[in-house]
T-cell receptor
Framework: DQQVKQNSPSLSVQEGRISILNCDYT??????FLWYKKYPAEGPTFLIS?????DKNEDGRFTVFLNKSAKHLSLHIVPSQPGDSAVYFC???????????FGQGTRLTINP | DTGVSQNPRHKITKRGQNVTFRCDPI?????LYWYRQTLGQGPEFLTY????????KSRLLSDRFSAERPKGSFSTLEIQRTEQGDSAMYLC????????????FGPGTRLTVT
C-alpha cells in the first residue's frame, strides 16, 4: 500500500530551466509534506516543507505547491543548477504522528 | 555544528550473525528515528524515541530487531540472526520537539548480509 507515490523514476532537465518534480498521495489524513534531496552515500537532506493549510511555500529557488483536492504536490526548482542533480523524495506525515511516509524517489539530472 | 552521525558506515556480515549500529543525534534533539531504505525505494519507518522512551514501532521491526536509547542520547539498533533480506541502508534521523517538524538524517549504515 504505497500511500505516497512518485511516478517518475527519473527526470532530465537542462541547466537554467525549471525542474518540476511531482508527488501524489492517497491518505487524506496527511497534513504536512516535505521534500528531501539525497546525494549518493549521504543521508537525505531536508529541502522544503508545506503544511496542508497552505497551497504554496517558497524558499529561494525552491517552491512547493500543494493541491489538496487532487492529493498532489510538486516541487519547482528554478533555475536548475548542476548541483541539483540528486534523488528527490517527497514525504508526508499525519497530524500527531511522527513517522514520515516517503515516496520512491525521482532521480533528477541537470544537463549543462 | 555536528549533524547526525552513524557508525559504522558499512557493515558486511554473514547470515545468522548479530550486528549493532549506533546513531548519535544532533545534540539537544530529543526525538530520534530509525528508517530502512532498500534499493529503488524511499526510506521506511522502523521506530522512534522521544528521549529514552520508544514510542512507536513499525510492523517491519520483527522480533529480531531491537532498538535502545539509554539516557536519551545516542541510540543503537541491533539485528539478531541476520538474513539476506536485512541487507539495506539503515538511516537514523533526529528532531527537536516544538521546533519545526522536519527530521534531520545521518549518512546511514549500509548493511550487506552474505
Amino acid at each position: 500500500d504505497q500511500q505516497v507515490k512518485q511516478n517518475s523514476p527519473s527526470l532530465s532537465v537542462q541547466e537554467g530551466r525549471i525542474s518540476i518534480l511531482n508527488c501524489d498521495y492517497t491518505n487524506s489524513m496527511f497534513d504536512y509534506f516535505l521534500w528531501y534531496k539525497k546525494y549518493p552515500a549521504e543521508g537525505p537532506t531536508f529541502l522544503i516543507s508545506i503544511s496542508s493549510i497552505k497551497d504554496k511555500n517558497e524558499d529561494g529557488r525552491f517552491t512547493v505547491f500543494l493541491n489538496k483536492s487532487a492529493k498532489h504536490l510538486s516541487l519547482h526548482i528554478v533555475p536548475s543548477q548542476p548541483g541539483d542533480s540528486a534523488v528527490y523524495f517527497c514525504a508526508a506525515r499525519t497530524q500527531g504522528a511522527q513517522k514520515l511516509v516517503f515516496g520512491q524517489g525521482t532521480r533528477l539530472t541537470i544537463n549543462p | 555544528d555536528t549533524g547526525v552521525s552513524q557508525n559504522p558506515r558499512h557493515k558486511i556480515t554473514k547470515r545468522g550473525q548479530n550486528v549493532t549500529f549506533r546513531c548519535d543525534p544532533i545534540s539537544e534533539h530529543n526525538r530520534l528515528y530509525w528508517y530502512r531504505q532498500t534499493l529503488g525505494q524511499g526510506p521506511e519507518f522502523l521506530t522512534y524515541f522521544q528521549n529514552e522512551a520508544q514510542l512507536e514501532k513499525s510492523r517491519l521491526l520483527s522480533d529480531r530487531f531491537s532498538a535502545e536509547r539509554p539516557k536519551g542520547s545516542f541510540s543503537t539498533l541491533e539485528i539478531q540472526r541476520t538474513e539476506q533480506g536485512d541487507s539495506a541502508m539503515y538511516l537514523c534521523a533526529s528532531s527537536f520537539v516544538g521546533r519545526g517538524r522536519e527530521q534531520y538524517f545521518g549518512p546511514g549504515t549500509r548493511l550487506t548480509v552474505t
